[in-house]
């Protein structure tokens, strides 16, 4: 049984006989009969112009139908993706994941319609519209919790666009997700829609094309795509020298890693958690950048964005035990049963063992060295905020 229930009397057009508010109060009336007893949440959505033919029929005015509508939560708008947005908003606040959506139009037949109403399959011109309403409606609201707010490092020269996303300057409004969300998945209840639009607004703030933009399928390995190469199913790393393509890096506890070189105009991301840290992903990434496009080890910069840090990110005591043997000063109260372990500093080790220089990696400066979890106004973090979290990025292209 759901536990939510849509009706549907948006752009219901009601013929001009006398008792059609009549038919439409007994067929609301036996949806609701129908749903109440299991039902948490009754809407009806109707358009605010909503209107019959005769008189005796507006729904305003309708004997016994306006007391009707006002028992329910009511959604009215003259445009329905503000509808639809508005009744998501109500279903989230009540956490509820089962919609029946009664239809009407599909409902009634002959004496309250117009017309007989047939089922038709969406065309592609329709199709297009619904969402170019969609996002006309996401782009008109205002951000949530602050302006769009970009993390960059000096030590990555201006031919590349590059940059660190903080959790401010987005249109998602679940507080896990608010409110700059940039990953959409089933698992989480921000639409692509509302993802979407928070890209389009990064790429306006930044100066990339959304169209050319690529994230990491993370599966928390070391596996890199070489962008022209067949992509994989997963990966946790990426590299190109296309000039004009953007690609990210995922982080909320787990670090967005930019890797740049200006002398052979190349770069790359990676998505680095402790089990893509202690595989190596970091170098799997700059290995790829000197096989494909001949760099070298000198001339890459490494820059690691915001992360959850030692203060607040434990392991168990034997998963623990590799970054202990990497080096001691990447754990802390080693002896317990679940240590704190610094996978920025591991990161770091294992960079400059790769050869990497030490003044080209840069980990600690200002927001970027901030512990994710411990800064619930800028960041994201799993570690925080549970299973429905929030996903900021680290990109980086370079410029047509």
């Not at 939560?73 to 089962?98: F, P, R």
């Not at 890797?259 to 290995?287: E, I, Q, Y």
């Not at 080790?349 to 980990?363: F, H, R, S, V």
Request: charged fraction near 20%; proline fraction near 4%.
């Amino acid at each position: 049984m759901a536990e939510a229930v849509l009706i549907d009397l948006f752009g219901l057009k009601l013929n001009s006989q006398k008792n059609c508010h009549q038919t439409l109060l007994m067929t609301l009336n036996a949806v609701r009969n129908h749903h109440g007893a299991k039902a948490k949440f009754l809407c009806i959505m109707c358009c605010s112009n909503i209107s019959c033919d005769h008189d005796d029929c507006e729904l305003e005015t309708s004997n016994g139908l306006s007391a009707f509508l006002r028992e329910f939560e009511t959604v009215s708008n003259s445009s329905m993706a503000a509808s639809l947005y508005t009744i998501k908003q109500k279903i989230d606040e009540k956490n509820l994941s089962s919609i029946k959506f009664e239809d009407l139009q599909m409902t009634l037949r002959g004496g309250l319609l117009k017309q007989p109403t047939e089922i038709n399959i969406i065309t592609a011109q329709e199709l297009e519209a619904i969402r170019n309403e969609i996002e006309t409606y996401l782009r008109s609201l205002p951000t949530l919790k602050g302006e769009l707010t970009i993390i960059t490092s000096p030590l990555i020269p201006d031919i590349f666009i590059h940059g660190f996303t903080t959790r401010t300057g987005g249109i998602s409004y679940i507080p896990t997700l608010s409110s700059f969300n940039l990953f959409s998945s089933s698992k989480r209840r921000d639409p692509k829609a509302v993802v979407q639009e928070n890209l389009r607004r990064l790429g306006n703030a930044a100066g990339f094309n959304v169209k050319k933009f690529y994230r990491i399928k993370t599966d928390h390995a070391n596996d890199v795509w070489i962008m022209g190469r067949k992509e994989p199913e997963s990966y946790d790393g990426i590299t190109t020298n296309q000039r004009g393509v953007t690609i990210a890096a995922l982080g909320a506890d787990c670090i967005p890693i930019v890797f740049a070189d200006p002398v052979r105009k190349a770069c790359g991301v990676a998505h680095s958690g402790w089990r893509g840290t202690l595989l190596g992903v970091a170098m799997a990434t700059v290995n790829a950048m000197i096989a494909e496009y001949g760099c070298s080890l000198e001339d890459i910069i490494v820059v690691l964005g915001p992360s959850v840090g030692p203060c607040c990110f434990t392991l168990p005591r034997e998963s623990a035990k590799a970054f202990h043997n990497l080096d001691p000063g990447c754990v802390r109260l080693f002896g317990s049963p679940n240590p704190y372990v610094d996978i920025r500093k591991a990161t770091r080790i294992l960079l400059e063992q790769g050869g990497i220089l030490p003044q080209n990696i840069q980990d600690q400066n200002q927001d970027l060295k901030l512990c994710t979890s411990c800064h619930p106004d800028k960041f994201f973090s799993h570690v925080r905020d549970g299973l429905n979290f929030g996903t900021q990025i680290g990109f980086i292209s370079i410029r047509e």
